[in-house]
């Protein structure tokens, strides 16, 4: 049983605890956010999911939770760790717990709203929620193939543009219209996933200040943050077992879809094709991305590695053509992916035919730890971890406007 000595009139109001649940690993990290300063990483830790030889949800779930509990008791010690010697415990109790889900705890859907009335009617907070709540319902018959209406958990919705009578507006209450369209982004997730995570959490802290998201959307806002003259590009976020594309155009997300195949998809084909056990075949992966791996085995590995990369970007074609519906495919590209794999896949990648009239290549950018911490600042000897950086720079927009 986990010790918890958080209380709410304790909590340290600078300081926020990341939580990132992917397919392969789940990290969290300490940060202290203070208005008009850049956030500031304290402590990082990372815990891998255990292998899944057959993916099983009830199984994967239980995995994610047990890394899920190494990582907050790991958190725990680094707490006590950066307390002062005579501040009381509280000063190390965070007031805000960001929970980001990454592939495949997410489901991430683009909804066009369209509000037309013969009579003109005002446009209020209560009637802006009806309608959401209206489309949300909708979303849920949609999904029930894939989520039980019971099991669907809304954990976080964004409007991204708003039309009164066909004109943008930022602030529509107060005023009567007879058409209204809506632009928003709603991440879902399992009701089952995302109370199994909030059990777990209490366990160790007694806070309701817990905010879940999506990644993709926590990516869309750092890259706004970071490369602010882009307004049209991809995102691609390369996990162990999926692969979610985004596209941006105009400075909106207009859509994002998910594959199921990620680094882990390369360790189970070497697997199968060797019949050689998983952990070998992570470790012929390894050997082979780093040009380490013995001349004996190279030829094979090779090929097994060159089938899946094109299995993955006939995929990832196959994406790109769904999301040409939703505007004109640009040539840049923002990835995420784990360090060691990040470059197969940037060559994976630049292979693509996004847009064949295109005579310029792709200008490919993997965001490294290199990229991202400059954003960012950081404690002696912490982890330089890109997906919490990337969390970290939305997690203080939230905090800023919570304080408003």
Avoid at 43 to 65: G, K, Y
Avoid at 171 to 199: A, D, F, H, K
């Amino acid at each position: 049983m986990a010790f918890s000595f958080f209380t709410k009139r304790t909590q340290n109001e600078t300081l926020a605890l990341l939580i990132d649940i992917g397919s392969a690993s789940v990290g969290g990290a300490l940060v202290k956010i203070e208005k008009g300063k850049a956030p500031h990483i304290l402590a990082t830790t990372r815990e891998d999911i255990s292998f899944q030889e057959e993916l099983s949800s009830t199984r994967f779930v239980l995995a994610m939770n047990h890394a899920l509990d190494r990582v907050l008791k790991t958190v725990q010690v680094k707490q006590l760790s950066l307390r002062p010697s005579r501040e009381p415990a509280g000063s190390v109790i965070p007031a805000h717990i960001f929970c980001t889900l990454s592939s495949p705890w997410f489901i991430l859907k683009s909804r066009h709203i369209h509000i037309a009335r013969e009579k003109a009617f005002e446009v209020t907070e209560r009637s802006l929620e009806e309608f959401l709540n209206e489309d949300i319902e909708k979303l849920k018959e949609e999904l029930k193939e894939t989520l039980p209406p019971k099991d669907v958990r809304i954990i976080e919705k964004n409007i991204i543009q708003m039309k009164l009578n066909g004109y943008e507006v930022k602030n529509p209450y107060g005023r009567e219209v007879l058409r209204m369209e809506l632009t928003m982004t709603v991440g879902v997730s399992s009701l089952r996933v995302i109370q199994s995570i909030e059990r777990k959490l209490s366990n160790f802290f007694h806070t309701t200040a817990l905010h879940f998201g999506v990644f993709p959307l926590a990516a869309f806002s750092a890259i706004r943050d970071m490369f602010s003259d882009e307004k049209n590009f991809l995102f691609l976020d390369i996990t162990g077992e999926a692969t979610d594309v985004s596209l941006v155009n105009n400075d909106l997300l207009a859509g994002t879809v998910s594959f199921p195949y990620g680094k882990n998809f390369f360790i189970r084909e070497i697997s199968t094709g060797l019949h050689t056990p998983h952990e070998e075949a992570e470790s012929l992966l390894s050997m082979f991305l780093a040009g380490t791996l013995q001349s004996s085995k190279q030829n094979d590995v090779k090929n097994l590695v060159e089938y899946v990369e094109n299995k993955w970007l006939a995929r990832f074609e196959k994406t790109l053509t769904t999301l040409s519906g939703q505007g004109i495919l640009p040539l840049t590209v923002f990835f995420t992916a784990d360090t060691d794999i990040a470059e197969l896949f940037s060559k994976v990648v630049g292979r693509a035919k996004i847009d064949p009239r295109a005579s310029e290549p792709l200008d490919i950018k993997h965001l490294d730890q290199f990229i991202v911490a400059k954003f960012v600042s950081f404690e002696s000897e912490v982890i330089r971890d890109p997906f919490i950086v990337v969390e970290a720079l939305l997690a203080t927009k939230i905090v800023a406007s919570l304080k408003k």
